[in-house]
């Protein structure tokens, strides 16, 4: 899904960059969970989504926030379904 979904955002919305992806698979492994943290700092987006389902991306948003260094977090469900 997440594959599609960047295809249509690059078609859409062109001036727009994505930069990193991830399946959102990394709330049972810590080490990989703070592995996907150091990834997005080090791409220094402007915006992440996450997309795991409602609670889970909030309080994962709300878990990590301050470890991430990004102006806006954006939860969106399975808006990438859609």
């Given amino acids: 899904v997440i594959d599609k979904a960047k295809a249509l955002l690059a078609e859409k919305v062109p001036d727009h960059k994505v930069i990193g992806l991830h ?14 943290i150091a990834d997005i700092n080090a791409k220094q987006p402007d915006i ?14 709300d878990d990590h926030r301050q470890q991430l260094d990004v102006p806006v977090c954006f939860a969106i469900g399975a808006t990438w379904d859609y």
């Fill in 23 to 36: 399946d959102g698979y990394i709330l049972t492994d810590p080490a990989l969970n703070a592995q996907v």
């Fill in 48 to 61: 992440v989504v996450v997309g795991m389902g409602c609670p889970l991306q909030e309080y994962w948003i």
